[in-house]
Antibody, heavy 121, light 109 residues
Framework: EVQLVQSGAEVKKSGESLKISCKGS????????IGWVRQMPGKGLEWMGI????????TYSPSFQGQVTISADRSISTAYLQWSSLKASDTAIYSC??????????????WGQGTLVTVSS | QSVLTQPPSVSAAPGQKVTISCSGS????????VSWYQHLPGTAPKLLIY???KRPSGIPDRFSGSKSGTSATLGITGLQTGDEADYYC??????????FGGGTKLTVL
């Protein structure tokens, strides 16, 4: 059974750093892209970026380029999303998801449970 | 503001049918396959439709998808109270850049 299990909720202060995780199991972790999605309070889903754990090839949404870093450790089947200096506006639920791609299409087929990040000013 | 436009909300009575639209352009929907996701607050989003009109295993045939030109539509028949959720369309381009629609809140009256 494919599972993506994310790290627990975080409460941080503005300016602090943070790294949240997403551990995959039940499939070959290095064979699929993993993506991150943000949902701010009362807002919709926003695609942040993806990483291919086999070689750490990464693609970011222009909205998030330079704001976060996506990484992966294939030895422990885990992807990460990190901030070097959090802002109050980073308060959101962050979800990871597996990107299933064929030759012609891609879609998120499995999702993590989400990690709530709360940043106080 | 997403480049994929969805109505903020739709509503219908139990047992009825509802459609949710997702409007884009030739550079997004027009040239890529559309997927749809159901998101109940506090739970992980669920894939409902992929490749415009295909259902993953376990998704009932009450859910359907279609695409025409630069627009896509999610249809739900035989509405149930458990269908109350937020629904999102999404696409990925050839550079693997993704985008979601703004989301539509479905209320089953």
């Amino acid at each position: 059974e494919v599972q993506l299990v994310q790290s627990g909720a975080e409460v941080k202060k503005s300016g602090e750093s943070l790294k949240i995780s997403c551990k995959g199991s039940g499939y070959t972790f290095t064979s699929y892209w993993i993506g991150w999605v943000r949902q701010m309070p009362g807002k919709g889903l926003e695609w942040m970026g993806i990483i291919f754990p086999s070689d750490s090839d990464t693609t970011y949404s222009p909205s998030f380029q330079g704001q976060v870093t996506i990484s992966a450790d294939r030895s422990i089947s885990t992807a990460y999303l990190q901030w070097s200096s959090l802002k109050a506006s980073d308060t959101a639920i962050y979800s990871c998801a597996r990107l299933y791609c064929t030759r012609t299409s891609c879609y998120f087929d499995y999702w993590g449970q989400g990690t709530l990040v709360t940043v106080s000013s | 503001q997403s480049v994929l436009t969805q109505p903020p909300s739709v509503s219908a009575a139990p047992g009825q049918k509802v459609t949710i639209s997702c409007s884009g352009s030739s550079s997004d929907i027009g040239n890529n396959y559309v997927s749809w996701y159901q998101h109940l607050p506090g739970t992980a989003p669920k894939l409902l439709i992929y490749d415009n009109n295909k259902r993953p295993s376990g998704i009932p045939d009450r859910f359907s998808g279609s695409k025409s030109g630069t627009s896509a539509t999610l249809g739900i028949t035989g509405l149930q109270t458990g269908d109350e959720a937020d629904y999102y369309c999404g696409i990925w381009d050839s550079d693997l850049r993704g985008v979601f629609g703004g989301g539509t809140k479905l209320t089953v009256l």
